[in-house]
T-cell receptor, first 112, second 115 residues
Framework: QQQVKQSPQSLIVQKGGISIINCAYENTAFDYFPWYQQFPGKGPALLIAIRPDVSEKKEGRFTISFNKSAKQFSLHIMDSQPGDSATYFCAASMSGYSTLTFGKGTMLLVSP | DAGVIQSPRHEVTEMGQEVTLRCKPISGHNSLFWYRQTMMRGLELLIYFNNNVPIDDSGMPEDRFSAKMPNASFSTLKIQPSEPRDSAVYFC?????????????FGQGTRLTVV
């Protein structure tokens, strides 16, 4: 199974700060890069996703930055709030194959 | 729609017993996935069904694990016999547009503890 490497494993950010989570992939056939958010006791839920024809996608306080040449993408959470405290997973998939390959996850804690 | 429904939410069983996890995907979704989540290994794909047919079961750890999808609205994941190392949270997910990279909707998971 192709790998997606995610860092850091855990992250503590002050309220109002910027949270940054990074992912790197190997398979150049990947063409869909979602981020999932998971709260304790819940299943992961799609937060935001990007395809490689754009370098950035923004939805509210959440932004994905994508660097195709470096095979890296990152999630930025602006003005981080305690309610953002969760585990975040990056993932990758390719057309013609529906399954997602997930990173190991980042536990984010936003302190009040 | 109520989303992907999994049962039971929690299961505690003794080593050697058979365990059956159940999943009802979102109506109209053609693809169904079983994932296992542990602290050490993160989210691992176990098996993927498309239109009720198993497409990729390369993630199934060993013969003790089996999965079925008898119809579009129901799937089971069975472990027989169960072992302590099978303790994990098992997620079922479904999506539409098989073959296209698109959003997967996850259930709330079944937390399995094998003692």
């Amino acid at each position: 199974q192709q790998q997606v490497k995610q860092s850091p494993q855990s992250l503590i950010v002050q309220k109002g700060g910027i949270s940054i989570i990074n992912c790197a992939y190997e398979n150049t056939a990947f063409d869909y890069f979602p981020w999932y958010q998971q709260f304790p006791g819940k299943g992961p839920a799609l937060l935001i996703a990007i395809r490689p024809d754009v370098s950035e996608k923004k939805e509210g306080r959440f932004t994905i930055s994508f660097n195709k040449s470096a095979k890296q993408f990152s999630l930025h959470i602006m003005d981080s709030q305690p309610g953002d405290s969760a585990t975040y997973f990056c993932a990758a998939s390719m057309s013609g194959y529906s399954t997602l390959t997930f990173g190991k996850g980042t536990m984010l804690l936003v302190s009040p | 729609d109520a989303g992907v429904i999994q049962s039971p939410r929690h299961e505690v069983t003794e080593m050697g017993q058979e365990v059956t996890l159940r999943c009802k995907p979102i109506s109209g979704h053609n693809s169904l996935f079983w994932y296992r989540q542990t602290m050490m290994r993160g989210l691992e794909l176990l098996i993927y069904f498309n239109n009720n047919v198993p497409i990729d079961d390369s993630g199934m750890p060993e013969d003790r694990f089996s999965a079925k999808m008898p119809n579009a609205s129901f799937s089971t994941l069975k472990i027989q016999p169960s072992e302590p190392r099978d303790s994990a949270v098992y997620f079922c997910a479904s999506s539409s547009h098989p073959g296209a990279a698109t959003e997967a909707f996850f259930g709330q998971g079944t937390r399995l503890t094998v003692v």
